[in-house]
């Protein structure tokens, strides 16, 4: 048997590249950019005679975040545990309903419309009713945290689950594969990349979802907190806040991004290899 | 050697026994009112361990053939038999290799090619050194934990035919195998099919585009026509085997290939001017 003379390029293991792919460069410009963005704010705010009102510079920011830390830590973990629990519960449902629709023609055919009318539908403006509802506690953020980050999850869940190349399934079947087989060994596996691609749209939306509720009505969380200071005029408290919401945002972000990389190594590594090989 | 056991544990039957049998195959799609009719009334016998090629022009229903050959796909009428049983749903005894290698990107080429001993709950401790040696004799010695990202169009396609013959299946069915690798590849990948087809004599039924792959490869071509699709010519390939390249410039190579083009021009298909 001759050796394959296509395997050129494929000589050895390719290492694996470190998150975010590319090296030093990889960390170093975004983090110039953002200090330079910084600098430049904390310059103007200081020598331009600007108003701490309007904008305090991000070394009061800081300052105020700082002494108000345990306040803000309670607050957060309020927030947070409305959005990861509407996250939660979107991925729950979202997941399944996906899946359903894609097996289920008469639930795609009753189900799909409504739920396209129910996602043009802007959730602030439901969340007043929610409330209503549901009262001004955790729950009726939970939900609008999950009614406006759930879509993408089943959108997301269907497109991957249509994406599976039909070669790959009429193979599994000609194995003897049982539908629930051709999902799990084939139908599923290739939808995780698409999936997760839905969650991490969801994850940042949850986020909006808490705040909105919290907005609408409450009494803590970050959202609250933004009112309150605005109430005050304490804008250097309210951009506290939305520091600190930036913050929860990204880590829930970034853990999501993580499980992206356990459970969809293959996927996550073939792009790195690409972009390397076209990149650098 | 474990895979040289594997191999030939099928009971020879007699010659005149067909392996597959097609009788008055139809197949007609129905679509907005309009039904287009793929197949057209096709019979055809394939003995064991005979190597069959069907040539023919896109879209003439070669591979939909196939497909009702594998049971994947019903036929709209008539019947198809394999070792005299009645094919009705997929019948799994069988290798099956697309033009695409479907291979699964989440699984490694190893976990690739044993697919099967996890969809058939078998031991895959058992078949683990099949694989290897499959891969070992495709030339993927020490690929077994690449992801198939990392490899190129052949090797991806030489995992695919290991995945069909891990299983020692009786019969491979190949749709345009080598259709989608460039041509020193694919030339490549003649050699090895014949040489894997001399080792164990599977009977197989294979589905290209490409006259001289089908003489160079077969004991029998068929020509289907253009839509719908029927079998124009049956063609006994009387050449030597191991068949070697060099034989393409022969003129008993030739003469067959001519044959097969000639149809292709009574359909209309070639014009030279």
Redesign the interface.
């Known amino acids: 048997?001759?050796?394959?003379?296509?395997?050129?390029?494929?000589t050895g293991?390719?290492e694996l590249l470190p998150i975010g792919g590319g090296g030093v460069s990889s960390y170093l410009y975004p983090a110039v950019a953002t200090l330079v963005l910084f600098a430049v704010w904390e310059i103007a705010t200081r020598y331009g005679n600007v108003s701490t009102l309007i904008l305090p510079a991000p070394s009061r920011i800081l300052e105020t975040t700082i002494a108000n830390f345990p306040l803000l830590l309670h607050m957060s973990a309020v927030t947070a545990s409305e959005f990861v629990l509407g996250f939660a519960l979107g991925a729950a449902i979202g997941m399944p309903l996906g899946a359903l629709i894609v097996y289920a023609r008469p639930v795609e055919m009753a189900i799909y419309p409504l739920l396209v009318a129910f996602q043009t539908i802007p959730k602030a403006a439901i969340a007043p009713i929610l409330i209503v509802w549901l009262g001004t506690g955790i729950t009726s953020k939970i939900l609008i945290a999950f009614a406006i980050s759930f879509f993408p999850i089943v959108v997301d869940t269907i497109i991957g689950l249509r994406s599976a190349?039909p070669?790959?399934i009429?193979?599994?079947?000609?194995?003897?594969?049982s539908p629930f087989?051709v999902f799990w060994?084939?139908r599923f596996?290739?939808a995780?990349p698409y999936i997760f691609g839905g969650l991490k749209v969801a994850s940042t939306l949850a986020v909006i979802g808490a705040i909105v509720g919290e907005f609408v009505s409450s009494d803590q969380g970050i959202g609250y907190l933004v009112l309150v200071a605005n109430g005050d005029l304490d804008t250097r408290l309210v951009f506290a806040c939305v520091l600190v919401l930036t913050l929860l945002g990204l880590v829930f972000f970034f853990i999501i991004e993580a499980c992206e990389r356990i459970f969809?190594r293959?996927?996550v590594?073939?792009r790195q290899?690409q972009s390397t090989a076209s990149g650098d | 050697m474990q895979a040289a056991k594997l191999i030939d544990i099928r009971t020879v039957q007699g010659a005149d026994e067909p392996f597959v049998r097609i009788q008055n195959v139809d197949k007609s799609y129905v679509s907005r009112r309009r039904s287009l009719k793929a197949v057209d009334n096709v019979s055809l016998d394939i003995r064991p361990g005979e190597f069959v090629s069907i040539v023919g022009p896109s879209g003439c229903g070669k591979s939909t053939l196939m497909?009702m050959v594998?049971?994947?796909i019903p036929t709209t009428g008539g019947t198809i038999a394999i070792e005299n049983k009645r094919i009705t749903r997929?019948?799994?005894d069988?290798g099956?290799v697309?033009q695409?290698d479907?291979l699964?990107?989440?699984r490694t080429v190893l976990a690739n090619v044993l697919?099967?001993m996890?969809?058939?709950r078998l031991d895959r401790a058992k078949y683990k050194p099949v694989a290897i040696e499959l891969l070992k004799?495709?030339?993927?010695d020490g690929f077994e934990?690449?992801?198939p990202?990392?490899?190129?169009?052949?090797?991806r396609q030489?995992v695919a035919l290991c995945r069909a013959l891990i299983g020692n299946p009786p019969l491979l069915l190949m749709d345009e195998p080598f259709g989608a690798l460039?041509a020193?590849?694919r030339e490549?990948m003649n050699l090895?099919l014949q040489?894997i087809w001399l080792e164990n004599r599977k009977t197989v039924l294979f589905i290209t585009h490409s006259i001289s792959e089908a003489v160079f490869l077969s004991d029998r071509v068929l020509v289907m026509s253009p839509r719908p699709g029927r079998i124009a010519a049956d063609l006994r390939i009387d050449l030597p085997r191991p068949r070697r390249f060099s034989m393409r410039e022969q003129p008993s190579f030739g003469r067959y290939v001519a044959q097969i083009r000639g149809q292709f021009q009574a359909f209309g298909l070639l014009n030279e001017d």
């Open positions: 048997m001759a050796a394959p003379a296509d395997s050129a390029g494929t293991q390719p190349q070669e790959t009429y193979l599994a079947r000609s194995m003897g594969a087989q060994h084939v596996p290739n995780l969809v293959w996927h590594s073939a290899a | 497909m594998s049971g994947l997929p019948y799994i069988v099956v697309f695409r479907a699964l990107e989440w697919l099967q996890d969809i058939r004799r495709a030339g993927l934990n690449y992801y990202w990392e490899l190129s169009g052949g090797m030489r460039d020193l590849t490549q090895d040489r």
